[in-house]
């Protein structure tokens, strides 16, 4: 079993402990998280937090919008649209690999655990931005959170490369996401998938960023990103839970592409 920076496994992360951590932690640094309960979650560890994800969802009384045809069509406009920037972005991203590659001779490529749709986990990819190590390492940067919620930001993590930084910025490293979007672990648009060591952190209406299928973004990433606080990313998936549509979508696609070129809000 995993066991995390406090040496406690999974098995003995109690609700009362993670809530108590949690607060204690929000109540010292206003910023956020300073200590994730765990951090390393093992097979069977992961599925234990995804049954309790979906027992918690099961009494949401959150009703996503959206009939069958909205979801037929989402996911015909997210095969279409993720296969043609695949196709067309293949020679640039071919070059930014090789260019990380090169760097320092590491997989260009990175790959994590992240949460979606009632709690079903997959493996999200993107261009590694990071030094190699950069998940080992994370407990001794964790302290250095700067953001107000769960999610992790630092504005001097020193696990970013120098080319990491150029690729977070325009928001290159996010381009592999497109063969999750094909594959269908992702949409275009909808929340952003969490790492599983927030989630377990969440409370049941946090959780409900989970209802719907995670993607590359949503109403946070048009409206300040890495700038916008944490219970108001929350609030914004939760509104678009409630009102998503295909005008919605296509606008923050739109609203997307344009965030993206001014670089706003991306660390």
């Not at 300073?34 to 560890?45: A, C, G, M, Q, R």
Request: a positive charge; proline letters at 4%.
């Amino acid at each position: 079993m995993s066991k995390n920076n406090t040496g406690n496994d999974f098995n003995s992360i109690t609700e009362e402990l993670v809530t108590r951590i949690t607060l204690d932690s929000m109540g010292k640094n206003k910023e956020g998280i300073t200590e994730y309960p765990i951090l390393n979650f093992d097979k069977h560890s992961l599925e234990l937090l995804c049954q309790g994800i979906r027992e918690t969802l099961r009494y949401s009384k959150l009703k996503p919008a959206g009939g069958k045809a909205y979801k037929i069509i989402k996911r015909t406009f997210d095969i279409i649209i993720s296969g043609a920037a695949l196709a067309i972005l293949i020679i640039p991203m071919g070059a930014v690999a090789l260019a990380i590659y090169l760097n320092d001779k590491g997989n260009p490529i990175f790959s994590q655990i992240r949460l979606t749709e009632n709690g079903k986990p997959f493996r999200m990819y993107k261009f590694r931005s990071m030094c190699m190590d950069a998940e080992e390492k994370f407990a001794e940067v964790q302290k250095s959170n700067a953001t107000d919620g769960l999610a992790f930001k630092s504005d001097n993590d020193p696990r970013i490369t120098k080319i990491g930084h150029f690729i977070r910025k325009t928001s290159i490293d996010e381009l592999p996401q497109f063969w999750n979007v094909l594959k269908g672990d992702m949409s275009i648009i909808g929340p952003r998938p969490p790492l599983p060591r927030e989630v377990v952190l969440y409370t049941p209406h946090q959780m409900e960023r989970l209802l719907v299928k995670g993607g590359l973004s949503c109403i946070c990433q048009c409206e300040g990103r890495s700038d916008m606080e944490f219970d108001k990313w929350v609030e914004s998936d939760i509104r678009y839970i409630k009102e998503r549509s295909l005008k919605l979508d296509f606008n923050l696609m739109i609203r997307t592409a344009i965030v993206v070129i001014k670089g706003k809000g991306a660390k």
